[in-house]
Every structure is written in structure tokens, then in C-alpha cells.
């Protein structure tokens, strides 16, 4: 079985590898190597919002999409 995950983008070329990324993840799911940001628990991110908010250059951004499971109106 393959485990798929919804991860925050993150824009490596305006990362300036500031670190507060990492520092911030309340379940160390990303790290900040010599590429940049990576997700290296991507099981353990719980798409909170903490990375996009302290990203002092906006190079991560969560992607949101609204699914709606009412009725559709005639």
C-alpha cells in the first residue's frame, strides 16, 4: 500500500534557509538541509499552518481546497 500525504509547497529558490521552519514544526516533520526545507517525516506534518506562518520570505505556502459533500441544488 502506498501513503500519500498533502504537504505544504515550499519555493526552494526564495528559501533563504533561515531555519525557522524547523525550529517552529511542533512534530519535526521538516528540516532545513544544504537543498533547502525537506520534509523528512512527511507522515508526522499535520498541515497546521506554522512553517507558511514564520517563513519570514513566504517560500512555503499551503494549498487549500474546499471539497463539499451536500447536495448540489437544482
Keep these: 500500500m502506498t501513503a500519500t500525504w498533502i504537504l505544504p509547497d515550499i519555493d526552494v529558490g ?3 534557509r533561515c ?3 524547523a525550529e517552529d514544526c511542533p512534530t519535526d516533520a521538516v528540516a532545513v538541509t544544504g537543498a ?3 520534509f523528512v517525516r512527511p507522515q508526522a506534518c499535520t498541515y497546521c499552518g506554522l512553517c507558511e506562518d514564520v517563513c519570514p520570505v513566504d517560500a512555503i505556502s499551503l494549498t487549500y481546497t474546499i471539497e463539499w459533500g451536500g447536495d448540489q441544488a437544482a
Design 14 to 16: 526564495a528559501c533563504t
Design 19 to 21: 531555519g525557522r521552519c
Design 36 to 38: 533547502g526545507p525537506t
